[in-house]
């Protein structure tokens, strides 16, 4: 039964929004009684009279004592400003109050997350692990921050066994982003070619914390191409069999890798039931529609060459103004077009849309996903998609 938090006097306007009973709450300190006397508690809804700056501080203390209650924010006014800082502080979702729809739609996305966290693991003799790779279309995105800190929360949220592979193999810096200096990497793998084992891929990785593994690129940037692309192959092969879930962080560039000889031996010469491409999207360079539009193009081509479910994720929410506004466009084609029409007309903006559109209609992605290396914010949704993927709820039909 989800706690309200809002006095009785005002409560009314929220619990239409809120399917079934709740308990109610006058203030935070209140419902935070009522969530220690009940452990099996998953969602909070905070009501307008509770002060934001208090609200904000009770939903980042739960993120680390509960992180699989939910929490959601109901204001009289929303704007961009408060969502940043409402995802940065862990809330789940803001919503208008007297927007009902708005209201059952956000408690039912946070219990569907409560679900996929608390899920039990899948038995480990008849899953082999999930594969997802992080492309990104240049440098400076934030790839390898993201590729590491998704390790960290599937290593967190209930996945036992995460490796985070670097495939950068000239200039991989998963292992300084992290400080580790690392014994052994994959040219290591060199001498056990073609009859590589878990015990021979075991000697090659690099713990980071419990649960959490490396395998990482060479120290010598012309060591990379010594590496053949069937020994990637190979070893992810052997991982899947080691790990719940094996995320790669590739090139900088992505036309290095989707498009070399190795891209396909990530993804089609492992046919995992589930597996998932994570194309990552700067906030910071999608600011305007028309390079909005360009990104989600090298994205959809990334997906066309690896046949594979695609989860576009948006890096940096916590340093460019309009990622909000960038969210609004990735699932609304109206909004899409709205700021379009700011900076093109006629045939351009003609062009623009029609694209646009075909890309939504072609139901390429399941929208955007706004993350913060920085904060890591988003996390808990973006593991909650994956798992979603990864027990097929999403497959990627072969042409």
Known sequence: MPILCEPASSAGELLSGIDGEVRKADTLAAAAKLLDSDPNETLVVIGPRAVTSDAFAF??????ARPAVGVILARREVDVTLLMRAMQSGVRDVVPVGDDAAMAAACRRSYEVTRRMLAPPADEESAPGQIVTVFAAKGGCGKTMLAVNLG?????????????????????????????????????????AGHLDESGAASLLTRYQPGLD???????????????PRLVGELLAVLRGMYDFVVI????????????????????????????????IDSLVASSPTNFLSLLLLSTSVQLRM?????????????????????????????????????????????????????????????????????????????????????????????
């Open 59 to 64: 939903a980042a203390a739960l993120r680390l």
């Open 152 to 192: 960290v929360a599937l290593a967190r949220l209930g996945v036992r066994r995460v490796c985070v592979v670097d495939l950068d193999l000239s200039f991989g810096d998963v292992a300084i982003s992290v400080q580790l200096d690392p014994l052994r990497t994959i040219l290591d793998a060199l001498p056990m």
């Open 214 to 228: 490396m395998l990482l690129a060479p120290v010598t940037p012309g060591d990379a191409e010594k590496i053949p």
């Open 249 to 280: 962080d590739t090139p900088g560039q992505v036309e290095l890798f989707a498009f070399r000889e190795s891209g396909p031996y990530v993804a089609q010469g492992l046919r995992a039931d589930s597996k998932a491409v994570l194309f990552l």
């Open 307 to 399: 046949e594979l479910p695609l989860l576009q994720v948006l890096s940096k929410t916590d340093l460019a103004r309009n990622a909000k506004e960038i969210v609004k466009w990735g699932g609304d084609a109206y909004q899409f077009e709205e700021a379009l029409s700011k900076t093109k007309s006629g045939d351009s903006y003609t062009f623009y849309t029609q694209v646009f559109r075909a890309l939504k209609n072609a139901s390429i992605s399941t929208g955007l996903f706004p993350v913060s290396g920085y904060t890591r914010d988003g996390f808990i949704s973006l593991v909650g998609e994956l798992s979603r993927i990864s027990k097929g709820g999403e497959e990627f039909e072969e042409s």
